[in-house]
């Protein structure tokens, strides 16, 4: 298991197969993604240990409320877009909330959610991420999708919200706080 995972232990299913737990992960694209993530923490210098403190969780659409509205022009209406995993990272009084979701959604969905996404919490003129202050705390939010076929097709100004790979994603976590 991932020591940092919210809630321990973190449940990756070997197979599909293991439908009696409704809390697992067993969607491909998610238990690829906490496979590279266990592999990238194993680098010595990833950038989770710039942090004070950080946290994860595998975001559980049947319990929790977590959501980003969106609207969804095939259904003419608001879609909740949820996305599959939640980071906390602080460093002093910066801290970031990200939300990941690899799941490879095509291009134009990962579009509109972008658009939900940055409605909430970016500012309009630049699109950075409003900074919510709160008890001392500078609280900013992030956005990571990860597409099946890398972001080289992405359109050129919704790329910083797609990574291909944990480099990448370390890069993008890093453009959001202050860190070497």
Known sequence: YIQNHYYIPLIVSEN????????????????KFIE????????ENNVFKQFDWWMFSK?????????IPYYNPKENNMARFKPDFI????????????????????HADGYRKIDGY????????????????FNGFNIKTKLLLKPKRGIAETLENYRKYWFDNFT??????KSTFILK
């Open 59 to 67: 975001l559980d659409q049947t319990l929790d409320e977590v959501h």
């Open 118 to 133: 940055s409605r909430i919490f970016e500012t309009k003129e630049r699109k950075e991420s409003r900074a919510y202050p």
């Open 16 to 31: 599909e197969k293991v439908d009696y737990l409704n809390h697992i992960i067993d969607v491909p694209s998610e238990v």
């Open 168 to 173: 990448d994603f370390e890069n993008k976590i």
């Open 87 to 106: 980071f906390w990272m602080q460093k002093g009084n910066e801290y970031v909330i990200l939300f990941v979701d690899p799941k490879g959604t095509e």
């Open 36 to 43: 590279q993530l266990e592999e990238y923490l194993q680098n």
